[in-house]
């Protein structure tokens, strides 16, 4: 049973272009989130999707920021004219649709570089 | 809104000693908590949680975390360390099973 997929690891963007994160979560669940890891910080929360729906995207910054969670596929968080300090690790973790253990799932994070 | 505060940065210890790193959290609504790992370059792993019940929680490699809802704390213990539990540990609440909110994170370094 495949973890949580995230790709890609890394990602080198030149100041002004676009990056775009996917993140496959597990078999069976139908609840992503998004956290975003500044260096020598912990995670912050950025948005919590469930398949066509956004439900919560508190932690998102207004701009520039966007993320989606179609009926096929991954999901993506998209960050568009990227900036350095956009630099950071992105990570995407699952759940399942009932989530009585509350327990999410983590995938090995996408590593931006903005140059 | 809830809030995590881990009141170690970094944790030095030397292999086979016990080990205490500190959580405390704030929140007006019950609940529920969690230790997770991080090792170098890698997602996050989870190591315990707590969300109702006994109080003493114990998790996956020889970790173990004490809910004290009086004193809001989550602290995480391991009676003797080995090399290999270097890593990075954050403690999270979430309510109603949705987003996380983390603590800065303690890095624990274990000296032979």
């Known amino acids: 049973n495949a973890g949580v997929m995230q790709n890609p690891r890394h990602l080198v963007r030149r100041r002004g272009q676009e990056a775009r994160l996917r993140c496959s979560p597990m078999k069976g669940h139908s609840h992503v989130y998004w956290y975003r890891q500044l260096p020598e910080e912990g995670l912050k929360f950025m948005v919590y999707l469930q398949k066509e729906n956004i439900i919560d995207e508190s932690g998102m910054p207004k701009e520039r920021f966007s993320a989606e969670f179609p009926k096929e596929g991954p999901s993506i968080l998209r960050i568009q004219q990227v900036v350095r300090g956009d630099s950071a690790a992105y990570f995407c973790a699952s759940s399942p649709p009932v989530n009585r253990g509350a327990e999410q799932y983590f995938g090995p994070g996408t590593r931006l570089t903005v140059t | 809104a809830q809030s995590v505060t881990q009141l170690d940065s970094q944790v030095p210890v030397f292999e086979e000693a016990p080990v205490e790193l500190r959580c405390n959290y704030s929140s007006s609504v019950s609940v529920y908590l969690f230790w997770y790992v991080q090792y170098p370059n890698q997602g996050l792993q989870l190591l315990l949680k707590y969300l109702s019940g006994s109080t003493l929680v114990k998790g996956i490699n020889g970790f173990e975390a004490e809910f004290n809802k009086s004193q809001t704390s989550f602290h995480l213990r391991k009676p003797s360390v080995h090399i290999s539990d270097t890593a990075e540990y954050f403690c999270?609440?979430?309510?109603?099973?949705?987003?996380?909110?983390f603590g800065q994170g303690t890095r624990l370094t274990i000296n032979p």
């Open positions: 999270a609440v979430s309510v109603r099973a949705q987003k996380l909110v």
